[in-house]
């Protein structure tokens, strides 16, 4: 819930941008929300209370993240924009990240 509303407010100003043909803007919304979240609130959280990883997100989530924002980069850097063909294809990974998620039990160490 915490996390649908944080995120809200991303999402509406990066359709708006688009919709004004600003997609720089929504580019930049999305990273710079992104990169604040990873980088700040997780720190600052650390730095208050250590923060257990659990052996999954080690294993598995941190790389679909590096994986998925290397593809990204990619995207950015050889092409200049992200289309609709590849948002789409974006959107199929995510479905089939959250699939695997939901689909493979966690493992308990």
Known sequence: ????????????????AAVRKHPDVAVGNVLGSNLFNALAIIGVTALVHPIAVAEQMARIDVWVMVGTSAVLVALLLVRG?????????????????????????PIVS
């Open 81 to 105: 924009r992200i289309g609709r063909i590849a948002g789409a294809g974006l959107l199929i990974i995510y479905g089939a990240y959250v699939a695997l998620l939901f689909g493979v039990p």
């Open 1 to 16: 819930l915490v996390a649908i509303g944080t995120s809200l407010p991303e999402i509406a100003t990066s359709i708006v």
